[in-house]
């Protein structure tokens, strides 16, 4: 009797959980997007380094048998996502069609070698590209290997700066959403100090009136971690769809579909660490905010 008592009327005074549970949602959103892009510029430099082409020529006196071997061994590599192995005649009949002329007739011989395009699996190795390349030059009959590091150290640079402005970015919204849920959250147990020392002077422990305080801050955080993780996967994947439809549009290739950059892992462990970071920002300051009046003396209480 006395708990539902309590609880009930613990339920009808002071301010509803709609303000806290909205500020928290604004927060949590914010920090969604931010952990999506996060998710997506990770999985969009793989994406890129994957596909910057590596040139590989064959030695031209080497005999199509021991390329044929050579190829073998390159294509049974882990770290080869595909490949595409371009024979002499097939660049000679290429460049042919460029130049609009048979420089072969011209010189007598056909000086291209054969060649490889290879495309990256960084997913699957650990390798670094200086290790890989290496490791490819060292193949029997491989003459020479191009691989355009530039874009590559490019890429990493960008990578940098956009981890710093996202971490600088994520660390302001943490203060500021601290400061924000931490005020709205102490307004909201200020409206009942005199129903926590209440049932306090009638014999009620500690951990019984914190704990109704808890259990609604929870239901807080469940909602507005809910929230903000579906909407957070929403809006990014409709900014996703509308970046590849213009990329298609502007580019000769396309990017992957949505599901190919990311998966259920990644956003399982955005939900999670958003209701981590809920918890870790409501919980503290409703347990303290309670205390807080279950130790003030009456009189303070005015």
Not at 279 to 302: A, E, G, H, W
Request: charged share 20%; aromatic share 12%; proline share 3%.
């Amino acid at each position: 009797m006395f708990e539902t008592g309590t609880k009930s009327s613990m339920s009808k005074r002071g301010p509803s959980i709609l303000p806290i549970t909205l500020s928290l949602t604004t927060v949590l959103l914010l920090l969604g997007l931010l952990g999506a892009l996060t998710i997506h510029t990770s999985a969009f430099t793989r994406h890129f380094k994957e596909n910057i082409v590596v040139l590989l020529f064959f030695n031209k006196q080497a005999p199509d048998a021991t390329i044929e071997e050579s190829r073998a061994i390159i294509e049974d590599k882990s770290y080869i996502k595909r490949s595409e192995f371009i024979s002499a005649e097939d660049a000679a009949y290429t460049f042919k069609d460029e130049l609009g002329k048979d420089f072969v007739d011209i010189l007598g011989d056909n000086p291209l070698p054969s060649s490889m395009e290879l495309y990256l699996d960084l997913g699957s190795t650990s390798m670094k590209i200086d290790a890989i390349l290496d490791d490819l030059e060292a193949v029997p009959y491989v003459y020479e290997v191009e691989f355009e590091k530039h874009l590559i150290e490019k890429i990493n640079k960008n990578t940098k700066i956009i981890a710093v402005g996202l971490i600088f970015l994520s660390l302001l919204l943490m203060i500021v959403s601290v400061i924000l849920i931490n005020n709205l959250v102490r307004l909201s147990v200020y409206s009942k100090r005199f129903i926590v020392k209440s049932m306090q002077l009638v014999g009620a422990t500690e951990w019984f009136i914190i704990k109704p305080f808890l259990l609604r801050s929870l239901l807080v955080v469940a909602i507005g971690a809910t929230l903000a993780w579906l909407l957070s996967f929403g809006i990014t994947w409709v900014a996703y769809s509308w970046l590849r439809s213009i990329y298609s549009q502007t580019n000769s290739g396309n990017l992957p579909n949505f599901g190919d950059i990311t998966g259920i892992s990644e956003y399982s462990f955005l939900f999670v660490a958003l209701l981590f970071i809920g918890i870790i920002i409501v919980l503290p300051t409703t347990f303290l905010s309670t205390r807080k009046y279950l130790r003030m003396k009456i009189d303070d209480l005015y």
